[in-house]
């Protein structure tokens, strides 16, 4: 296949880049860098099969040749990054969708959008399954993000329904890993670098919301195959083990062993942050035979490393 992945130099886009790479696939990746690093492909670019074009696909896509799927990643993903990037985070969801799927369309080419837990913002159904329909405040802050990914899986099903484009959705829950950007200010990279530096972990709010978090490796698998499946209605790709984040904050004050505790930052909390966060995977096993493989702590154990390289190389620790 020659695949079109958009994002590609962010977290998970480069993940993605290189798992199609190693299947013998050809991949095409476009970013912007609005929130990615050219770094997290450098390895990538001069390597057979990989192409990269720096382009901003809210804007028309131009690609010659010919395509057989495309996966369509760009997006803002961190709250703190769709704060700062409210328009772009709209955007992206809903011109950059349009955009990569009527690309598709005319390349005959399978479509996948990457959607998110946050479709169902704050749940008042738990675990949550494909088939309950949220709870998004449209107007409060984290609206843009919820609200465009809701309007990128309504334009997906469109894109099926009256042009009949193979479309695949998944809702992707919190997922860490390697290449994270230090500062985007989510949970798994704001604890560890405040463990390494031996700083207290912030905890917003109580600390007694909860999130389930799946090593980016899984989810690889689970994208790779939905793809190659036949499921055209959304399927959630996640690791449905729950912590507080105060749990989550003892393991990897444990893990770095890292003495300074916790401390507690109520007003940091960004409103209608959601309370609890859980899949409910049944549908990822049943139609994709698809489980996560990696515990949290077998996850860690790859991620926390590569944060303090991260820190060493910038001098913050030795
Ligand atoms: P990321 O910020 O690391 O990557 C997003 C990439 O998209 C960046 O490289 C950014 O520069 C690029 N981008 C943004 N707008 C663009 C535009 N207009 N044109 C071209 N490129 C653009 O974030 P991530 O964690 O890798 O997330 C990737 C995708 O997965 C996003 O769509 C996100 O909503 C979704 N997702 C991620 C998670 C998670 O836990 N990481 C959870 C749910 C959904
Ligand atoms: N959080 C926290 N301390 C931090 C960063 C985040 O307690 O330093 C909390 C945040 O309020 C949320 C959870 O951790 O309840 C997960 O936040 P994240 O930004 O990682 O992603 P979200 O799941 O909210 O999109």
Same mark, same amino acid.
């Given at each position: ?7 590609? &130099? ?11 790479l ?5 991949v095409v ?5 609005? %929130?990615?690093?050219?770094e997290?492909?450098?390895?990538l ?16 896509i131009? *690609? ?6 495309? *996966?369509?990643?760009?997006?803002? &993903?961190? $709250? ?11 955007? +992206?969801g ?15 080419a399978?479509?996948l959008? &990457? ?6 913002? !704050?749940?008042? +159904?738990? @675990? ?15 609206g +843009?993000? !919820? ?7 309504? /334009? %997906? ?9 193979? %479309? ?8 860490y ?11 798994v990279?704001?604890?560890?670098? #405040?463990?390494l530096?031996?700083e207290?972990? =912030? *905890?917003?709010?109580?600390g007694?919301? =909860? ?6 490796? !899984? ?14 209605? @959304? +399927?959630?790709?996640?690791? @449905?083990?729950?912590?507080? /984040?105060r ?7 444990? /893990? ?5 505790? %916790?401390?507690?930052?109520?007003e ?5 942050d959601? #309370?609890?966060?859980? $899949? ?21 154990? #790859? =991620?926390?490393?590569?944060? &303090?390289?991260? *820190? ?7």
């Open positions: 296949m020659r695949v079109l992945i958009t994002g590609a &130099a962010g977290f998970l886009g480069s993940h993605l880049c290189e798992r199609f190693s299947e013998g696939h050809s990746g476009m970013d912007n860098f609005i %929130t990615g690093n050219p997290n492909i450098a390895h670019v001069g390597r057979e099969g990989f192409q990269f074009i720096r382009h901003d696909v809210t804007n028309y131009f *690609l010659p040749g010919p395509l057989d799927a495309v *996966l369509h990643f760009a997006s803002p &993903a961190s $709250p703190i990054d769709y704060l700062e990037l409210p328009i772009q985070t709209l955007k +992206v809903a011109l950059g969708t349009h955009n990569a799927l009527g690309l598709a369309k005319a390349k005959g399978r479509f959008i &990457a959607s998110t837990s946050e479709v169902y913002g !704050d749940p008042q +159904v738990h @675990p949550q399954p494909e088939t309950y329909w949220g709870h998004v405040n449209p107007i409060g802050p984290r +843009v993000y !919820d609200e465009a990914k809701r309007f990128a899986e309504a /334009m %997906t099903m469109a894109y099926h329904t009256y042009h009949g484009v193979q %479309t695949r959705i998944v809702r992707i829950f919190n997922t890993g390697p290449r994270m950007r230090l500062a985007d200010g989510r949970v990279p704001n604890f560890i670098q #405040q463990a530096r031996g207290a972990l =912030t *905890l917003y709010g109580d007694l919301q =909860t999130r389930s978090f799946q090593f980016v490796g !899984d989810l690889v698998e689970g994208v790779y195959r939905l793809l190659l499946s036949d499921e055209v209605e @959304p +399927v959630n790709i996640g690791n @449905p083990h729950e912590f507080t /984040m749990e989550f904050a003892e393991i990897v004050n444990a /893990m770095t062993g890292n003495p300074a505790g %916790t401390v507690i930052k109520p940091l909390r960004i409103k209608d959601p #309370q609890n966060r859980q $899949p409910d995977i049944s549908k990822a096993k049943r139609v994709l035979n698809w489980e996560p493989q990696v515990t949290l702590q077998a996850g860690l154990e #790859q =991620t926390i490393p590569w944060f &303090a390289e991260q *820190l060493r190389q910038r001098g913050e620790i030795k």
